[in-house]
């Protein structure tokens, strides 16, 4: 276990209120160097609103946080030489090019005028830009901009970086290439702490996993073992005929004896089981009833489904999710 000394993140009892609102209520994180740390969790539920204490944006009322040893109050100015900040939303000027932004940046962190220009387009090449170094950045799509801001974030390496749900509102390729983004940095040494709504995200980058509800993290740790707190298995039915899911919940419903519910795709039932014979089974009833099976799974639940168990609410994972906390 790492000790105190050797932690990137470290916090005790953190809250934050806005008027009678606790946005944060009580948090304590122990964040090793290296590697994601994922805040799992729905609009509202505190993410923002932690990493802007943890950057020294917002000062705690409650509680004591400390990066890499040192503390975000009285040490902001230490803290803020070691970390880096990407938000919901891009940061760089939309009428400068990505160089000029790049440029910008740099120079305002003390780099020459070559030093500047040097690592700007060694960061446009690493991100794929280097072709669009010249355009206005209002001309570049949302993915572009996503990958120029955090190379914005990045222009002196931080050892810790900050990514406010980085591929809000992407769509499915820009958000692996933010992936591939994120997996880079840590290669490099940084840390990262990664907020999201998007649950595949979370269980593909993240080491660990805070789930965060309500200003609590209501529980922590690897998506394994996150996946074992609902105490069962998860079955996923994948049916041939999409008119033929109604008689299948009921089917199941009745044999299984647990609530079956349909899937976002309109052919796809799941349920919760912890006996894999009973499983098994299900196939026959729907075969008996002349009801085809595309695919079938049992396994351990998804990190939405053990959201659902531990919170009674659906994270909300959908691309166009957004949040101010």
């Known amino acids: 276990m790492a000790t105190s000394s050797s932690l990137a993140i470290e916090a005790h009892g953190l809250v934050k209120l806005f008027g009678s609102v606790r946005a944060v209520d009580g948090i304590d994180l122990a964040v090793p160097p290296g590697g994601v740390y994922g805040f799992l969790g729905p609009n509202g539920a505190g993410k ?26 009285r040490e902001a100015k230490a803290v803020r030489s070691r970390v880096s900040l990407t938000g919901q939303f891009a940061s760089v000027d939309e009428d400068l090019t990505g160089i000029e932004n790049l440029v910008l940046l740099a120079r305002l962190l003390g780099h020459s005028w070559s030093q500047a220009r040097a690592r700007g387009m060694e960061l446009l090449e690493a991100f794929g830009l280097s072709e669009a170094a010249a355009r206005q950045v209002k001309t570049y799509s949302g993915g572009m901009r996503r990958r120029l801001d955090i190379a914005a974030s990045i222009v002196v390496t931080p050892d810790l970086i900050f990514l406010d749900e980085p591929t809000s509102g992407l769509d499915p390729h820009s958000r692996n290439e933010v992936w591939g983004i994120v997996r880079a940095l840590v290669a490099q040494g940084t840390t990262v702490l990664l907020t999201t709504q998007h649950l595949e995200e979370a269980d593909h980058l993240a080491d660990r996993i805070g789930i965060i509800d309500r200003g609590k993290i209501i529980a922590e740790g690897t998506a394994g073992e996150l996946k074992t707190l609902s105490g069962s298995g998860s079955l996923h039915v994948r049916l041939r005929d999409p008119g033929c899911r109604v008689e299948a919940m009921a089917l199941l419903g009745r044999h299984l004896g647990v609530p079956v519910t349909p899937e976002s795709d309109p052919a796809g039932l799941s349920t919760r089981l912890d006996d894999t014979e009973r499983a098994s089974a299900a196939l026959d009833v729907l075969a008996a009833a002349g009801i ?34």
Not at 48 to 73: E, N, S, Y
Not at 292 to 317: R, Y
């Open 292 to 325: 085809q099976v595309v695919s079938f799974s049992f396994g351990l639940p998804s990190l939405d489904e053990v959201f659902l168990s531990l919170t009674g609410n659906q994270a909300e994972g959908g691309a166009n999710s957004g949040g101010a906390t």
């Open 48 to 73: 923002t609103t932690t990493i802007r204490m943890l950057a020294t944006l917002l000062p705690p009322d409650a509680g004591t946080a400390k990066v890499f040893g040192q503390c975000v109050v």
